[in-house]
């Protein structure tokens, strides 16, 4: 083993050491919480915490099959934030900036009552 | 030392620059107050983190298919970002999660007062308007 390619496993491993507290601490956001959209933020981030894993990865082991798979979790990343920020969220949260002239659709529902 | 173990040792210095920012935005993650913030954090591995980290890969792999690919994902990333950010933060205003005595300007709520709009009841406010009380009886 040349000195380079020990000095490239000792950067590559410090990285990798820094993605497992990364990770550990988007963890324990998403479990805290409070409120789903801090999930969502912090799903984020361990999807990017994941591709950066790979991509220390296929250095190591100076292999190209990984890169795919970091194709297509970039994509899914985006498409859970946006979906659940978009239906989710909304939907459990009630609204609170309202229209002064329009009716308010919980207490209109009421009133019919 | 040749050109190769030189780009091979700036790939791998790439990574570790993108590792550290995943960190940083893990930190900031658990440490800051409220969702707008805690989106501000997790923009930088998204962003810089993923086009440092595809930097590096190509420097230490080499190939053209690589190369596509690692373009691929930087610009897909710098694509859809904005547009997750935009959409979560949209959300948070819209539900009223935001620190209103952490923002030193708030625009968006100048411009909705002006459209008429007003803050509303609180989502656990169960107390009625005393006009509703009177309608009914």
Redesign the interface.
């Known amino acids: 083993m ?1 000195p ?2 020990i ?2 496993l000792v ?2 491993g ?3 050491v ?2 497992v ?6 963890v ?2 998403m479990a805290r919480g409070p ?1 789903s ?2 999930r ?3 799903a ?2 361990l999807v ?2 994941v ?2 894993t790979l ?2 990865e ?2 190591i082991n ?1 292999h ?1 099959t990984t ?2 798979v ?2 297509v979790l ?2 899914l ?2 498409a859970g ?2 979906s659940i ?2 239906f989710v ?2 939907r459990d ?9 329009r009716p ?1 659709p919980d ?1 209109s529902g009421r ?1 019919q009552q | ?1 040749s050109a190769g ?1 030189v780009l ?2 700036v ?3 790439l ?2 620059l ?3 920012l ?2 940083a ?3 900031g ?2 440490r800051f107050p409220d ?1 707008i913030s ?2 501000h954090a ?1 923009t930088k ?2 962003t810089l ?2 086009i440092l ?2 930097a ?2 190509e420097l ?2 080499r ?1 053209w ?2 190369f596509g ?2 373009v ?2 930087a610009a ?2 710098l694509a ?2 904005p ?2 950010a935009h ?2 933060g ?3 205003y ?4 935001v620190r209103h005595d952490l923002l030193a300007r708030d625009d968006l709520a100048v411009d ?1 007062e002006a ?9 656990d406010d169960e107390t009625e308007p005393p006009e ?1 009380d009177a ?2 009886s």
């Open positions: 040349s380079v390619h000095a490239v950067m590559v410090l990285g990798a820094l993605l507290g990364a990770a550990t601490l988007t324990a956001r409120s959209l801090d969502v933020v912090a984020d981030v990017a915490v591709i950066a991509a220390a296929a250095i100076d190209s890169l795919p970091m194709l970039s994509l990343g985006f934030a946006v920020a978009r969220a909304e949260l009630a609204i609170r900036w309202r229209h002064a002239d308010d207490s009133r | 030392m173990d091979d040792l790939g791998a210095f990574v570790l993108g590792c550290f995943c960190f935005a893990a930190l993650l658990l969702v805690r989106m997790a591995p998204q983190g993923l980290l595809a590096g890969v230490s792999l190939t298919s690589s690919t690692l691929l994902i897909l990333q859809t970002a547009v997750s959409l979560v949209r959300t948070v819209r539900t009223d999660q909705l459209a008429g709009f007003h803050l509303g009841p609180a989502p509703d309608r009914l």
